[in-house]
């Protein structure tokens, strides 16, 4: 794949930059002029999803791309915003909506419908400035892009793990709920220690503890009311009827006098005394009541989840919720370290499917052997076979993790070259970074140079290169800087 | 905000109001005959039963101790509504009830008002009598200042405790003449009165006349109560007994008191009961431990008979000690 043209659009700006299809060196004489820019927006125009620079925002501009491709000739790309691209090829549009039809896209452009080779192409060809050079086989390629070695040689060499890989999903998302989990119970654990107990009751346990009792309370008020009326209405009708009798009585001194209902000893203060405990009776039972109607409503409210309880803070319902639910740790570890065992079993699975007789594997290894002797890493005997899938990192440091990362990236696109007959570009940017000596990079650039003759490369950097014949393209202080001609 | 705080302080207002009301009528008691809040001629009102009438003012400030700017102004409204209702009724005291220290917002009285007080026009110094003359002018027939009188009565905080500490003061020294010896009896009684006259205090058309009978009734109900234990019953029962009783036949107890029919009977027997030489109380106890018996037919429950027999006592000690309770408490008020 060649990339002939490309138009960026700004505004009132424009700017048009041809390639060649060999070398072009993309300069400036100072740091912060586009360079980076440029790359970015190239791969924009591929339809990545690529973070913008500080000074551009993609979505604002128009970017067109004219490419050369093994399988459909040329076409060209056009993308004025982040969710959709239009492809033109043999004169008509085609639309695809970005992300979701992205894979559609890549297989217009690379002739190749495997995901798992589309999916980690960027990785292979381009080089970002900053995680690029310490991108071996794994990890970030540029923003939310990511590479994967093992999904590559997988695509490779026709290999489906698909159900595997989906099985490893499922058990990373259950992990990662026992992990939530887990943390919970020890939560749970850390507010029973504090509250030295277990048996906390819930809000809703200690409303209903409340509520009932206020019921109980009203039930008897109740009672004690329809008792008091009885009492009261007899004790009435008893006046009644003695005062109907009419009866006269003679006192031990002779006197005799009528009796009535008003000097019946205890008669009339038993009414009094019953109307007034009515009254404070029935000013309990009004209470009770009202209690009873805001403890309801404050309940079903929180049970619309309109509101928390009035009587707590959020915390403490929290803790207290929490601690309804049974959590054992152990039981928790126990599963966790059942999904631990079998994660490993499907990872070994797919690392061994992925892995064994596989003349990918070799192959990427043998040229990855290769490159390093050249570049000074080792040789046959300190490089070991499987050195493709290391992931130790941390012995690589300077200058080696910076050949290393161009060793593997040149032997990822030799082995698609050879699989899929696909020339990929490779796009590297600033390539002498991290303090690499001017020999080393000659090393590198003789690699290129040599091997990689009739790949498209895009060097974008503050320094010159050595190629025979370059096509150089000079930015200076902004990238998008020619001022539209207006018709 | 704003209308929040003014309803606050009219709350406080109504809250003095009836606090001031339950001191003056506990200061009255024995001539009260009824009490009025928010009534026909001043905030509170109190007959007696002499026909006269007792016409205060009540006025109060939030920050009483520390905020007098309002303290003349609230003199002179009140002694021009005291004069004005001293014309329509026959009044014995005119007062201004108030809780500011300084009612005056004078140097010369304020070592006068510090506590709760009560003080004549006649005792106040000369300075603090040509104030309230000051204020007297322009009303065409002012009050008789012989009547007037300025009570201090101490209200401040959102503490309950510390806000009503005088007036719970005021109720324990009534209980305490009453001599009920009854624990909690001044706290469920300032409760019951707050509650009582404040509730129809906040009413719209609120002026709601309580007579003494109202005032004085809910001591009986507690004092009659079955649930308290009198300690001269303690030397006979062992309380986990008697409550366990209470507990399960209350009803039935309280009903045997009620109601006429049987304790009629009960208060006869008593009086032809020979008691010679005993304390009332003693005589009302001697009463429930001998003649239990004479009402088993009566009052047969499905208990054991330790249980039975405690019932019956209890049922006739408390007929005859509440009909002793509520003899000497309304001799007590001049009820």
Known sequence: ????????????????????????????????????????????????????TRKINFNNCEVRISIECERYGCIELCRSN????????????HTYVLPEQQHELHEQLFGVNNADILNNLLGAFYVDQEKGWTLLNRGIVIGSIRFNIEELIRGLSGRDCSELIKKENRLLNERQKYNQMFSVALYRESIEEDAGSVAIDSYEEETDIELSKLILRQRRLKAELKRIDQTLSENKRFKQFVADMKLLVQAPDGTTFAVTQDNIVGLNDSIDLLTTKRKIISGEYALVSSKIGALEKEKESEYEQQAFFQTASQIEIFDRKILRIPLNPQAIKAQQSRLEKELKAVRDEISSITKNNNCVVASISDKIIQYGTELGIGNKETIPQNYLFTSNLKELSGALLHKTAFAFRLAYIAEIEKKLNVKLPIILDSPSGKEVDHDNISLMMEILKRDFADHQIIIASIFEYNFDDPKKIEIEDRLINEMMEIQ | MEKNRRANAVMFGFDFQVNAAIVLMLENIEDLESLRLEGNFEDIELKLENNQYILAQAKSVEKSSSDFRNVRANLK???????????????????????SPNPLNEEASRSVFYEPTHRSFSSLPDSSQGIIKDCLDGIKQPLDLNKFQIQILPFETDDDVEKYKVVKQNVDDFVGKLNLNIPGLGKRLMNIWQNEIFHNGTKKNAAITRNKRDIIWPIIVIATDVERCDDLLLDYFDQSQYDEIIHRYKSLIDSCCERCEFFIKVLHDYNEYKGMGKS??????????????????????????????????????SIVRNRIQMQHIKEGVNL
Not at chain 1, 83 to 91: C, P
Not at chain 2, 301 to 312: F, K, N, R, S
Request: proline share 3%; hydrophobic share 40%; aromatic share 8%.
């Open chain 1, 1 to 52: 794949m060649i990339i002939r043209t490309v138009y960026l659009k700004e505004g009132l700006f424009e700017r048009r930059i041809d390639f060649l299809p060999h070398v072009s060196l993309v300069h400036s004489c100072k740091n912060s002029c586009g360079k980076t820019t440029l790359l970015r927006f190239i791969l924009h125009g591929l339809g990545y999803n690529i973070p913008n």
């Open chain 1, 82 to 93: 982040s969710i959709s691209i239009i492809l033109v090829k043999n004169g008509v549009n």
């Open chain 2, 77 to 99: 409204k009140s002694v021009k509504t005291l004069s004005e209702a001293s014309q329509k009724v026959d009044a014995q005291k005119l007062i201004l009830i108030t809780n």
């Open chain 2, 280 to 317: 009332l109380a003693q005589k009302c106890l001697d009463f429930a431990l001998n003649k239990w018996e004479d009402y088993l037919p009566e009052l047969k429950v499905d208990a054991d008979p330790e249980t039975q027999q405690g019932l019956i006592q209890i049922i006739l000690y």
